[in-house]
C-alpha cells in the first residue's frame, strides 16, 4: 500500500466473507472470481475490510468487524471507525461490482477536490460505490439502504453541482445479473458467459428468474438510464 496521501484518504470495503455472499446469493463457487473486487493496488489510500466473519478476511488489509444489528447499523458504524481513525476522505464500496477498478477509486478520490460527495450509481439505483469527506458524514445519515433508492437520496441531500455522478456499473446478486454482464464485451462478460453455459442451475428459468422482493424493485420512473441498448 502507498504511503498516507495528504489528507489522508481510506478505501472502505464492506463486505461479508466470500462463502455467505455466494451462499446468500445461490451461487456456486465457480462464479468467486466475479466477487473478489475492488482491486485497490496503486490507490493512494489505505483499504479497511469490514467483513461480518473476520477469520475470512483478508490478512493483508486491516480488518473489522462489522457491528449493528441491519445494514444501516453496520454501515454507518464503518463510517464511524475510519472517521475515528483519523482519515479525511473515504471511497466505500463493496466488492460485488466486477468492472470496479482502482483508477474509479483514485478518480473518485480527485473529484472530492472538487464535490461534496461522488457517487457510482448501480443499474438499479443503489451505489456501487460512494466517496466523501469526513467532515460530510452526516449526508449518509438516515438514508433508506438496500431500496434501490439510495443514489437519488444522496443525490437530492446535496446540490446539483456538489455531486459527481461516475458511469452506470452493474453489481452481481442474482442469476439474471450475470446475464446482464454476459452482454459486454471485456474479459468478464467472456467469463459471465461462460458460466452461464457451463455452471449447472436449475434451468433456463433459474438464468433469466430476476428475484423481484430481494431486489427491491423500484417505480420505473426512478430507474437511472440503463447501461446497455438493445
Not at 460527495?117 to 438496500?146: K, Q
Request: aromatic share 8%; proline share 5%; glycine share 6%.
Amino acid at each position: 500500500m502507498l504511503p498516507y496521501a495528504v489528507p489522508r484518504r481510506a478505501v472502505l470495503i464492506f463486505a461479508n466473507d466470500a462463502k455467505t455472499d455466494l451462499a446468500r446469493r445461490a451461487f456456486p463457487t465457480a462464479i468467486l472470481p466475479l466477487l473478489t473486487g475492488p482491486k485497490v493496488e496503486g490507490v493512494a489510500a489505505d483499504a479497511h475490510f469490514f467483513t461480518r466473519s473476520l477469520g475470512a478476511a483478508d490478512d493483508k488489509r486491516n480488518v473489522h468487524q462489522q457491528i449493528g444489528r441491519n445494514f444501516a447499523e453496520r454501515f454507518e458504524n464503518a463510517l464511524e471507525t475510519i472517521r475515528s481513525l483519523g482519515y479525511e476522505q473515504i471511497v466505500a464500496v463493496g466488492r460485488d461490482c466486477p468492472s470496479l477498478c482502482a483508477r474509479d477509486i483514485s478518480f473518485a478520490f480527485e473529484q472530492l477536490e472538487t464535490h461534496r460527495i461522488v457517487l457510482g450509481p448501480d443499474h438499479r439505483g443503489g451505489c456501487y460505490l460512494i466517496a466523501f469527506r469526513t467532515e460530510e458524514l452526516h449526508l449518509l445519515r438516515g438514508i433508506r439502504w438496500e431500496k434501490n433508492t439510495d443514489c437519488e437520496q444522496l443525490q437530492n441531500r446535496c446540490r446539483a453541482e456538489e455531486v459527481l455522478l461516475l458511469p452506470v456499473k452493474h453489481d452481481l446478486d442474482s442469476w439474471a445479473d450475470l446475464a446482464i454482464l454476459a452482454r459486454g464485451s471485456d474479459w468478464i462478460a467472456q467469463f459471465a458467459s461462460s458460466l452461464l453455459e457451463f455452471v449447472p442451475v436449475a434451468g433456463d428459468v433459474a438464468r433469466s428468474f430476476v428475484d423481484l422482493a430481494r431486489q427491491f424493485v423500484r417505480v420505473r420512473g426512478q430507474m437511472p438510464p440503463p447501461a446497455f441498448v438493445g
